[in-house]
């Protein structure tokens, strides 16, 4: 059976990934594109950052689909008035 590390060194530079290691009190996973791979160490580009992860706490990872389209703001663009709110009864 394939062990994650190797998993992970197997998969392509780039691929999307989460990535579950062991931390004090638990665990955490990392959500990103797999940037680099070596004997020690994986590093995963996430929305906060890289993240270097080592290999030997990795418990489990895979290779997971791209993230979905980001929705438009809530809130109108700045200079654009929202009509009045309906007054309560």
Do not use: I, N, W, Y
């Not at 062990?3 to 665990?27: C, H, M, Q």
């Not at 070596?38 to 290999?55: F, Q, S, Y």
């Not at 489990?60 to 703001?73: F, G, L, Q, S, Y």
Request: aromatic share 2%; net charge positive; proline share 13%.
């Amino acid at each position: 059976m394939q062990t994650p590390a190797d998993l992970l060194a197997s998969l392509p530079l780039g691929t999307r990934v989460v990535v579950r290691r062991r931390v004090e009190g638990g665990f955490t996973d990392s959500l990103g594109d797999l940037v680099s791979v070596d004997a020690a160490t994986c590093t995963v580009r996430t929305r906060r950052g890289d993240d270097v992860v080592r290999l030997a706490e990795v418990t489990a990872a895979k290779p997971v689909p791209p993230a979905p389209p980001r929705r438009a703001p809530r809130r109108p663009a700045t200079g654009v008035e929202c009509p009045p709110a309906a007054p309560h009864q």
